[in-house]
């Protein structure tokens, strides 16, 4: 079958490498025929050559496995040990190892759902970052009539726009210095902010201050600073960008005086979460249509990638066809 492995950066690898065994499948697992895969901003550090802690590091760097750092997928089931999936359905959801650039991915069935076979494999893809959004706010305080900011506008960025105007918020504010205002009215969002996030904060009125500040940059110290900074009094930040580093700094100065609340964490409930997705996409069904911007073929995986690395103002969300 046919694999990409990362043999330095920016450089992806095509191989050939025995399938998997059905018969080697541990209880709740499945054996997927790749149909699709999305492009996360958390895929990009191994792609640019980052070592050290990587989603999917298992000892070894993560970037020495084949498949990697996919983990947004489209399948067929052909193999299943799973009680929910059966073979020849056609799911959604995580690339267990983060191995998804592979023919035949072996999977956790329990972070798979089945997708409306009106979309497209590449469309359906759009649910599992979808889902982690969906899960995030869960979390929140209820956002109807609130302001709310998020900053970092990328493919996440949009969908918590999205999904907090779709929720109530009385302003959705969006922040990034990639001009995004062509897209705002698509993803909910009143007020474009083409600017960097520490100029956004040192030119935000006090009375401008957002109640809620969603911060899906990652990779970055400075801008989870910044959304603190930036929150009204008894306001709630949420963290969702992937860190780089075990410790971040933190203006316990102003979460102390303002009454903050700092949440994070990672998506539970993947099934649950994925088939709630399910359900939103179906009632706002010209959300995964516009999310898709950009499908390349699986002989073109590394320029999926460099697209990705270059925030330009018409792209979002990138994806890969079998």
Known sequence: MWSYRLVAPFTFERTDRPEPSAAGLADGQVLLRFLAAGICGSDLPGFRGTRGRLPGDTGAH???MDGFPIHEIAGEVIASRHPRHRDGDRVVGWASGFDGLQQLVVADGDGLAPFDQALSPAQAVGLQPLACVLYAVEQLPAL???RVAVIGQGSIGLLFSYVAKAAGAAEV???????RAALAPQFGIDTAVRATSDRWVGHLDPADRPDIV???????VATLNHAVEAAAFGGTVFYFGVPDDDSYPIN????????LTLKSGVTQDRRRVLERAGRFAAEHPGLLPRYLTHTFGVDAVAEAFELACRPTPGRVKIAIAG
């Open 173 to 179: 504010i969006g922040v990034d210095p990639v001009d």
């Open 252 to 259: 316990m100065r102003a979460m102390l005086r303002n009454n």
């Open 144 to 146: 109807a009539g609130r």
């Open 214 to 220: 969603i911060e899906a940059v990652g990779h970055q």
């Open 62 to 64: 993560a970037a020495e």
